[in-house]
């Protein structure tokens, strides 16, 4: 069975630390990995990582994938409040389809402390 | 401007009566989804569609029904036989097949059953 795994649950950090979300799947058929945040309302999207070892950056977040080991992890340095959300690891299933219906990890709840 | 708009916002139901989400998106995407989320729980996809008139069962679609009649709507309906349906419900979309992009999510509909 197709699944995906995220740790920790919940993380408190003051500004300025860095943190690093971690994310670790099973699935039959891998064709990607998406990381997702969410803040309020609609996840919006981070990156997409297809290939081993081939850091993606944004800013002060970035991800990277480990397709032998089966995780990927995710930044962030120097903290700000506005990092405060649930970040959400998904892939496409097995069972094929577009890239749109996603298994997604129960998600990791940031929260920035002034 | 593009995107996908969810309405209502915000429902209230009765128990035993029928409710339809609304889903569209003007982004001429092929594939749309709807997902269900819970409190400390990732998205589950409940149903997808890749083209008009088309539609596929996502993990939890007991209880659920859609249709796809136009490529720009995809309507939820939640009904009675739904045993638990107070939930967050998110639609998204994305281009299509094989697309190696990104989904696109609604701003989403948070239903209450009183």
């Known amino acids: 069975e197709d699944k995906v795994v995220q740790s920790p649950l919940s993380l408190v950090v003051h500004e300025g630390d860095t943190v690093t979300l971690n994310c670790s799947y099973e699935?039959?058929?891998?064709?990607?990995l998406l990381w997702y945040k969410q803040e309020k309302k609609a996840p919006t999207f981070l990156f997409m990582l297809t290939s081993s070892g081939i850091e993606k950056k944004s800013g002060r977040l970035s991800s990277i994938l480990d397709k032998k080991e089966l995780f990927s992890i995710l930044n962030i340095t120097a903290t700000q409040t506005g990092d405060s959300a649930v970040y959400l690891c998904?892939?496409?299933?097995?069972?094929?389809?577009?890239?749109?219906?996603?298994?997604f990890g129960k998600g990791t709840k940031l929260s920035v402390k002034p | 401007d593009g995107g996908i708009t969810q309405s209502p916002k915000y429902l209230f139901r009765k128990e035993g009566q029928n409710v339809t989400l609304s889903c569209e998106q003007n982004l001429n995407h092929d594939a749309m989804y709807w997902y269900r989320q819970d409190p400390g729980q990732g998205l589950r996809l409940i149903y997808y569609s890749q083209i008009v008139n088309d539609f596929q069962k996502g993990d939890i679609a007991e209880g659920y029904s859609v249709s796809r009649e136009k490529k720009e709507s995809f309507p939820l309906t939640v009904t009675s036989a739904q045993k638990n349906p107070t939930a967050f419900y998110l639609c998204?979309?994305?281009?299509?097949?094989?697309?190696?992009?990104?989904?696109?999510f609604g701003q989403g509909t948070r239903l209450t059953v009183v």
């Open positions: 998904a892939l496409p299933p097995n069972y094929g389809g577009s890239q749109g219906n996603l298994i």
């Open positions: 699935v039959t058929n891998f064709r990607s």
């Open positions: 998204a979309s994305s281009p299509g097949t094989g697309a190696n992009t990104e989904a696109f």
